[in-house]
């Protein structure tokens, strides 16, 4: 089983950059992809942004193209999610999150990720 450890995020005014970092402890062999999900209060865990872990093919939310940036280093076993542009509707705690396997449609979700971080606060102030 995969740990993972996210560092980052906090309070920001709107327009301004957050970034995030997540790194996996544990087997690498097997791991198809890692992603960012984000869970506001009273509300569902959504997706973000993932990362496939080989390829690095990227998937995006429609709601943060343009503005967040995905991207991995296989050498540190970390994946990175940088937010600019913040609006105070991404406030959410942010969760890194990793998947074994393909995704079972054509774009990732929730129930593709097996492996979740401990969840960190992201805060935009308007």
């Known amino acids: 089983q995969v740990q993972l450890v996210q560092s980052g995020g906090g309070l920001v005014q709107a327009g301004g950059s957050l970034g995030l970092s997540c790194t996996a402890f544990g087997p690498s062999l097997g791991r198809y992809a890692m992603g960012w999900f984000r869970q506001a209060p009273g509300k569902e865990r959504d997706f973000v942004a993932a990362?496939?872990?080989?390829?690095?093919?990227?998937y995006y939310a429609d709601s943060v193209k343009g503005r967040f940036t995905i991207s991995r280093d296989n050498a540190k076993n970390t994946v990175y999610l940088q937010m600019n542009s913040l609006k105070p509707e991404d406030t959410a705690v942010y969760y890194c999150?990793?998947?074994?396997?393909?995704?079972?449609?054509?774009?990732?979700?929730?129930?593709?990720?097996?492996?979740w971080g401990q969840g960190t606060q992201v805060t935009v102030s308007s």
């Open positions: 999150a990793a998947a074994t396997s393909a995704y079972r449609t054509n774009t990732p979700s929730r129930s593709d990720f097996g492996s």
């Open positions: 990362i496939n872990w080989r390829s690095g093919i990227t």
